[in-house]
Structures are given as C-alpha cells and as structure tokens.
C-alpha cells in the first residue's frame, strides 16, 4: 500500500501566515484539499503604536537606548563629582541654588569677568561645570537644524585675528 503523495505550501504574509496540504495525483495535479489554515498576527508591531505601525523591537531598542543614555549620563556626573572633589573643588547641587536660573547667571559671569574670591570663584567653576555637563548637547529649538549646517561667512573680526596670527607666525 502506497501513502499519499501531497505538497504543503506557506505563504507568509505581513499579518498572517496561509498554510495548506493539497493531496496530488500522480501527475502531480491536485486532487483534494487536506487542509488549509491561516494564522492572523499582529505582525510585530506594538499594539499601543499600532495607528504609527512602530515595531516592538523598535520600541524595545528606544527604551534600551534610553536606558543606557541615563545609566551613562549618572556614571558620567558621578566622575565629574569624584573629579571636583579629588581637585578640590565644592561639589553644589542645583537644588541649593536660590535663584532661577543661577546656573547661567554664573556661566555668563565667569565667561565676562575673572572672580578674585578663591572660593567664589571654585564654587561659580563647579557650578558651570556640572551645568555643562548635565545639558550638554544641547540645541535650540526655536533655530532650524539647516541652519547649523549652512556654511556661514567669517567676520570680519575674525578675518583681521587670523591675518595677524599669520603675521606673528612669520
């Protein structure tokens, strides 16, 4: 007795996968259908980004990057603490500062004037330090990205300083 000669066929879609079994004749023509199902799936997308049709691995790469930004960017204050305190210097949280915006108030003024106070001006160097560190990065949202990348002219400050670091060069 002879079994039965039959071809299976998969046809796998983007939200589903046909499967069938078709019983053949000899001369490979079908005969009878043994089975046939489909499997509806979701297709790998999130279901609660389903109307944006973002992927679970994408969304699970967005939260792995996410992590790693954080954990860097702790690791990567946590030195810079270590560092001010091996070189003496005061480590101030944001959260003591009175003033808003102290922060700036402080990198504007060490970036115009040299502070005479020793201590004053560790405390102002410590501050904008760990205030570069926590936003940098940083752009401007209200500039658009094309403009940073646009080649813009010298000026003419800058063409005179270069023509005199030329001449001082010999």
Do not use: C
């Amino acid at each position: 007795m002879r079994g039965k000669r039959y071809r299976i066929g998969i046809d796998v879609g983007l939200n589903s996968v046909g499967l069938a079994a078709v019983e053949v004749s000899d001369e490979n023509s079908p005969v009878r259908l043994l089975n046939a199902q489909s499997v509806i799936h979701d297709g790998g997308v999130d279901p609660q980004k389903n109307k944006e049709a973002i992927t679970r691995k994408n969304m699970s790469g967005v939260a792995r990057r996410t992590r790693r930004m954080r954990r860097r960017k702790r690791e990567r204050l946590h030195k810079l603490d270590m560092l001010l305190g091996k070189f003496g210097y005061p480590v101030i949280e944001p959260e003591s500062l009175d003033k808003p915006f102290e922060e700036w108030h402080v990198r504007a003024e060490l970036a115009t004037r040299y502070i005479e106070d020793d201590e004053l001006r560790r405390e102002s160097i410590s501050i904008a330090l760990r205030h570069m560190a926590r936003h940098r990065g940083w752009r401007n949202p209200y500039r658009q990205v094309d403009s940073l990348i646009s080649d813009n002219p010298y000026s003419k400050q800058y063409g005179e300083l270069k023509e005199k670091a030329l001449l001082d060069q010999g």
